[in-house]
């Protein structure tokens, strides 16, 4: 089994004039297939690594093995922190759902600045980040 993962993100709007006749199943089914057939047999071979398509809809959908990562991922980290598995998720989906709305707003911008990211997750409490991040949302969406 291999050591390390690669991912490839994209995120569309299914409700573009191009994709009318699509079913959201068939639509994130269809950039997954694409991901893969660009990506995943170059990975495996060269780098002998996994590759998972991340698949998101601008209206807050994913698709199928974006699920499957995301779960796997908060059953993981749940595990490890020694957390409840919901909240883990929901920190997981929270974390997920700002990271596609500031490159979002980047790509708006058309910003070129690195960005240092904290990725330690040794001291992270999931309960206490998780209500932080609900604050920051509150604050900038509802209130701002």
């Known amino acids: 089994m291999s050591s390390c993962a690669y991912f490839d993100l994209r995120v569309c709007h299914p409700n573009a004039?191009?994709?009318q006749e699509l079913a959201l199943e068939q639509l994130n089914r269809q950039h997954e297939n694409k991901k893969?057939?660009?990506y995943a047999s170059i990975?495996?071979?060269v780098e002998y690594a996994i590759f998972t398509p991340l698949v998101f809809t601008t209206t807050g959908g994913k698709a199928t093995e974006c699920s499957r990562h995301h779960a796997r991922l908060a059953e993981l980290l749940a595990t490890k922190?020694?957390?409840d598995y919901a909240t883990t998720m929901s920190w997981?989906?929270?974390?997920?759902?700002f990271a596609i709305v500031r490159?979002?707003?980047?790509g708006l911008r058309d910003s070129r600045k690195a960005?240092?990211?904290n990725n330690n997750l040794h001291n992270v409490d999931l309960d206490i980040?998780?209500?932080?991040?609900l604050q920051i949302f509150m604050d900038f969406y509802i209130f701002g």
């Open 81 to 83: 922190k020694g957390e």
């Open 129 to 133: 980040e998780f209500d932080k991040m």
């Open 17 to 19: 004039e191009s994709y």
């Open 43 to 45: 990975v495996m071979e």
């Open 36 to 38: 893969k057939r660009v």
């Open 115 to 117: 960005r240092k990211v």
């Open 103 to 106: 490159s979002a707003q980047l």
């Open 92 to 97: 997981i989906r929270t974390k997920v759902s």
